[in-house]
Every structure is written in C-alpha cells, then in structure tokens.
T-cell receptor, first 113, second 112 residues
Framework: QKEVEQNSGPLSVPEGAIASLNCTYSDRGSQSFFWYRQYSGKSPELIMFIYSNGDKEDGRFTAQLNKASQYVSLLIRDSQPSDSATYLC?????????????FGDGTTLTVKP | EPEVTQTPSHQVTQMGQEVILRCVPISNHLYFYWYRQILGQKVEFLVSFYNNEISEKSEIFDDQFSVERPDGSNFTLKIRSTKLEDSAMYFCASVGDRGGYTFGSGTRLTVV
C-alpha cells in the first residue's frame, strides 16, 4: 500500500513568516510530486509540481524534493492570511503527467494577521 | 483560464437509486480522472480514463461504478445503486501538458 504522510497540523504562523509543510512517501519508485491548496468546501488547486531532486521556486512558493529520503516539502515565504488553507501533498508513480496520484491527509495552515 | 466543469454541484438521492455525475474536462486534455473525498478525509482515486477506455481503477471502483465519455466532451460517472457510504464530494480532473491535475469544482453527493 503506497502511503503519503504529511506533518500533522494545524500549523499556525504569523503574517509575513515562512510556513514549512512536509510530506513523506513510502514508494521509492515514485516519480512526480505535487502540492495542492484546498480551501474549505472547495476543490484542490495545483500550486506546484516537482520531478527532480532539489529546489523549485515559483514566486513565494518553494518545493523541495529529496528522493533518497523520500521527502518533499513546501515552503511559503511572506505568508499571507489568504494562504490559510489545507495543503495536500500528492505523489504519482509515473514520470509523466498522467497516472493516478496518492494524496496525503493534508496540513491545515492558518496565517494570523 | 480553462476550467473543468462539473454538474450538478449538489445531488441528494435515496439509497439504492442511480446517479450520474457529469464533467466537461478541458478540451485539449487527454487524461481524465474521478476522485472522491469523504468529509474530513483524504482525496481518494477512483478511476482514470484515456483514449475512451479505463486505464486504471481503484478497489473502490467496483461493479456499481462506471464511466463514459458519450459524446467526446462530457465525461460521466455513474453509480448504479447508491449506498450511504457513497456520500462524498466527487471531483473530476484532467491533465494537460503542464503536469498536475486541474480539478472541477466538485459534486457533493448525499445519499439518504
């Protein structure tokens, strides 16, 4: 059974701080990794994907992947109250865009003004 | 920004009844998916669909479930005889070149 585990929340940070969200996965053959943001009652929205070891930056978001440690993280710099949401880590066995994803339970982030 | 459209947004049905959930994926996407999320739980894979056939399905996707792409644009999920435990949010998703899913807004299914 392929598992995806996320650090238990909720996570609370002050506005302007860095929020760090972590995810581990059990299947060493996993190839692609995604972070989604889900506001309460809404559908998941893709924030970032990463396929290679190292860091990938997109605006205030940085995804970090370490395949040897089976670990992927998301850093949110200069956190804003609008970042308050549940963040879902998803892992895909395939190295293409296609294929099913296994999701973690999510980490709920609250950014306090 | 292209969208994945799902209808209805909320469906209430009696146990044992059939329901059809509808989705219009983004037009140039080739891979389509159904996921569900029971309230307070994780997003779970149901089925993937490519080239007009199922490419993968989960253990949840038993004989009560079926998918179709009847007219080249709509993508439907049918549950033949609903159970109480089928109550969940059902998300359609499609994948394009960029990677990662574009999810629809979901259909909340309530079985009573």
């Amino acid at each position: 059974q392929k598992e995806v585990e996320q650090n238990s929340g909720p996570l609370s940070v002050p506005e302007g701080a860095i929020a760090s969200l972590n995810c581990t996965y059990s299947d060493r053959g996993s190839q692609s990794f995604f972070w989604y943001r889900q506001y309460s009652g809404k559908s998941p929205e893709l924030i970032m994907f990463i396929y290679s070891n190292g860091d990938k930056e997109d605006g205030r978001f940085t995804a970090q992947l370490n395949k040897a440690s089976q670990y992927v993280s998301l850093l949110i710099r200069d956190s804003q109250p609008s970042d308050s949401a549940t963040y879902l880590c998803a892992v895909n066995f395939h190295d293409t865009n296609a294929g099913k994803s296994t999701f973690g339970d999510g980490t709920t982030l609250t950014v306090k003004p | 920004e292209p969208e994945v459209t799902q209808t209805p947004s909320h469906q209430v049905t009696q146990m044992g009844q059939e329901v059809i959930l509808r989705c219009v994926p983004i037009s140039n996407h080739l891979y389509f998916y159904w996921y569900r999320q029971i309230l307070g739980q994780k997003v779970e894979f149901l089925v993937s669909f490519y080239n007009n056939e199922i490419s993968e399905k989960s253990e949840i996707f038993d004989d009560q479930f079926s998918v179709e792409r009847p007219d080249g644009s709509n993508f439907t999920l049918k549950i033949r005889s609903t159970k109480l435990e089928d109550s969940a949010m059902y998300f359609c998703a499609s994948v394009g070149d960029r990677g990662g899913y574009t999810f629809g807004s979901g259909t909340r299914l309530t079985v009573v």
